[in-house]
């Protein structure tokens, strides 16, 4: 029985991910590592042939083989071939389409496939996961939602501030995510100036805090959270405010502390996102840093003992790459996770 991971979608989340998956199957366990191409795109040929070139197996829809070959590329699989073939397949496509492959697709092959993962935009794809918050809510499940970047920096912002503190030290969290305008590998969206959004949800603002409240809810609990959100002309990462309450007294140092401590929290003293993101492109893995979030350490504020107040910046593709390396992990070799997670720790930065 061969391990293979089929990655659907080579964006700005699919790109690095089987990017990182061919680079360490071995130490992850992989024996092949397979993608599916949507379109037969001229400018992208570069790009394809990069992630062959590391040792990934291109599939395509059989009606665009011929496309794909007049562009000098050769397709090994269908696409349907490939899920069919497949331990695990993680989707990456854009918003909307994890669901609607999930019903076209997915669904056919449930007994040949281990698991399906989808990413953050796909909300009600299965079950809500960040690594280090809900491992021990997995087991066995078909189909996982990989939370988006954002949540997953709100989600272990909650953690190290108010849960260290035990399960019900939390009153309420506050957040304003402070969201880049595009990613540098996208060509539209561009914003010329802040743009804010709405509170569409009456209970959480955006879906931001929505999903956050759902992945601790794998957990049982049921967190007093809210999140705003607003878009402004940068493409160097999100920025997130917090204003965390909670029950039991609490000092700078001791939040400082716990942020230290996690694993998967890098601190900064910096305070430009540009510079953090230009750290990721000397010393993370292909321009990455994989942490779920990077704290700044001197914004930390703890009001009266009991109200925190901090910034952050999320690495916006790092986070939901390290939880579906993650995912994929402890579906593959739930024996050997903690060995096998060994592989990502130089992307794993405790400052940066
Ligand atoms: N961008 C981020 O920083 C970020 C962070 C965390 C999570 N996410 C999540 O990751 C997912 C993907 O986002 P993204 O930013 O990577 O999107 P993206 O850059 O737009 O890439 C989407 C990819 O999906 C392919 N595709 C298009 N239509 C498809 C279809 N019908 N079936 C299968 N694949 C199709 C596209 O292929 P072609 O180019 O060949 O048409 C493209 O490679 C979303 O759920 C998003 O919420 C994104």
Not at 24 to 51: A, C, M, Q, W
Not at 298 to 305: H, L
Not at 319 to 343: D, F, G, T
């Amino acid at each position: 029985m061969s391990n293979i991971v089929h990655v659907v979608g080579t964006g700005t989340i699919g790109e690095p991910l089987i990017g990182l998956l061919c680079d360490l199957r071995n130490e992850l366990g992989i024996d092949e590592v397979t993608f599916y191409k949507h379109s037969p795109v001229l400018t992208d040929r570069p790009k394809v042939r990069g992630l062959l070139k590391r040792g990934g197996i291109l599939a395509v829809r059989g009606e665009k083989v011929d496309e794909f070959r007049e562009l000098g590329l050769e397709p090994t699989y269908t696409a349907e071939e490939a899920i069919e073939r497949a331990s695990v397949v993680i989707d990456c496509s854009p918003k909307g389409y994890g669901l609607e492959n999930k019903e076209k697709y997915y669904k056919k092959y449930e007994d040949k496939v281990k698991a399906f993962l989808a990413q953050g935009s796909e909300f009600g794809f299965g079950k809500p996961y960040a690594v280090g918050i809900n491992d021990e809510a997995l087991g066995g499940d078909k189909y996982i939602q990989i939370v988006s970047c954002n949540t997953h920096n709100i989600a272990v912002a909650i953690k190290c501030v108010a849960l260290e503190g035990g399960n019900d030290n939390l009153v309420s969290g506050r957040f304003v995510c402070i969201r880049r305008a595009s990613d540098i590998s996208q060509d539209s969206k561009f914003i010329p100036s802040p743009y804010v959004n709405e509170h569409k949800d009456e209970k959480f603002g955006t879906h931001h805090a929505r999903d956050v409240w759902h992945l601790y809810k794998t957990l049982g609990l049921d967190l007093d959270v809210f999140s705003s959100a607003l878009k402004i002309n940068t493409q160097y990462m999100h920025s997130i405010w917090f204003d965390i309450r909670v029950k039991r007294e609490t000092s700078d140092e001791e939040i400082k502390q716990r942020f230290i401590e996690n694993p998967r929290v890098a601190i900064t003293y910096k305070k430009l996102s540009n510079l953090v993101f230009s750290f990721g492109r000397d010393h993370g893995h292909y321009g990455r840093i994989l942490n779920q979030t990077v704290v700044v350490l001197p914004t930390i504020r703890v009001r009266d003992g009991k109200e925190v107040f901090g910034f952050c910046f999320t690495p916006q593709d790092g986070n939901s790459l390290l939880s579906s390396v993650s995912a994929v992990v402890h579906i593959l070799h739930p024996e050997e996770y903690e060995e096998r997670m060994k592989a990502l720790s130089p992307f794993l930065f405790n400052e940066v």
